[in-house]
């Protein structure tokens, strides 16, 4: 089992940044983590991905070369750099863990959600 918990969502003003955590719990030598967001009416959409070496990190095409994703091992944690937020960047952020490292961008490849922390960008 895996506990994950984000936090740091809240509302910012387009052109901004928030930073997003996740912590995990439990069995926490997860392999690669995953961060996905999910807008009202719209599916939940792939965001960045993590392996546990930090050595292989992947981005959806809507967010490339904006955030940032890292993780810390020794604190089970793992962060979600957002810079030059847009209104459609508005969202519902979920952590997740793939403990098989699968690599993939696919959230049903994804095996424990955190609950999940809003981002709201104001135009």
């Known amino acids: 089992q895996v506990q994950l918990v984000e936090s740091g969502g809240g509302l910012v003003q387009a052109g901004g940044s928030l930073r997003l955590s996740c912590a995990a719990s439990?069995?926490?030598?997860?392999?690669?983590m995953g961060w996905f967001r999910q807008a009202p009416g719209k599916e939940r959409e792939f965001v960045a991905a993590?392996?546990?070496?930090?050595?292989?990190?992947f981005y959806g095409d809507s967010v490339k070369g904006r955030f940032f994703i890292s993780r810390d091992n020794a604190k089970n944690t793992v962060y979600l750099q957002m810079n030059s937020l847009k209104p459609e960047d508005t969202a519902v952020y979920y952590c997740a863990t793939d403990l098989y490292g699968l690599g993939s961008t696919l959230a049903s490849d994804y095996d424990y959600w955190g609950q999940g922390t809003q981002v709201t960008v104001s135009s």
């Open positions: 439990g069995r926490t030598n997860t392999n690669h």
């Open positions: 993590i392996s546990w070496s930090g050595g292989r990190i």
